[in-house]
């Protein structure tokens, strides 16, 4: 059994998506927020997940939360750590400490269209594919070994809220997916590049889907 610790900011749609999953071998440890308003807290909680607040406003700079959250995260033993709509940039301690096993998800197809307003610059850059990327976290915010893709068409009429909710469907997919992989130890790292042992059950490791 793998330990997940997942973290959230809001609502958590992905957070809910990979429990819901009820991956075989991952125990949801924790999941823990920056904000102590997130609704996803009560969400978890609901469902019997252990849930902890470390409020990134009690903190003077960003080294000494991210050490916190390192020291809170720890506590949990985790075997993977799950970044799920937490909107904070983490420091490079934060993230070296866990390497190889820190994910995330970002909405567009990396490395196009890092950062912020996403799917508005997809609409403005005149782009016919948008769509949503796991991968494992460097130090180099929105960069990091690709695990999987989804890719959905840019329509005519889209604005960005309609291609974020397209796209959106597709996140609450592949982020299973992924974590899923990971916990199965099917995922390798090498070179930069992330390779999937596959076996004949499993799903493609780039989804396109059709809507």
Known sequence: MKNVVILISGRGSNMQSIVNAQIAGAHIAAVISNRPDAAGLAWAAERGIQTAVLDHKQFADRESFDG???????????????????????????????????????????????????????????????????????????????????????????????????ILVHEHQLYPQAVAWFVAGQLRIAAGKVSLLQTASDQPFIQSPTC
Do not use: W
Request: aromatic share 6%; with cysteine; proline share 5%.
């Open 68 to 166: 916190a959250l390192v020291e809170l995260i720890d506590a949990y033993a985790p075997d993977l750590v799950v970044l799920a709509g937490f909107m904070r940039i983490l420091t490079a301690g934060f993230v070296n400490h866990y390497a190889n096993r820190l994910i995330n998800v970002h909405p567009s197809l990396l490395p196009a269209f890092t950062g912020l307003n996403t799917h508005q610059r997809a609409i403005d850059e005149g782009v016919k594919l948008a769509g949503c990327t796991v991968h494992f976290v460097t130090a180099e915010l929105d960069h990091g070994p690709i695990i999987a893709q989804a890719a959905v068409p840019v329509l005519d009429q889209d604005t960005a809220d309609t291609l974020a909710a397209r």
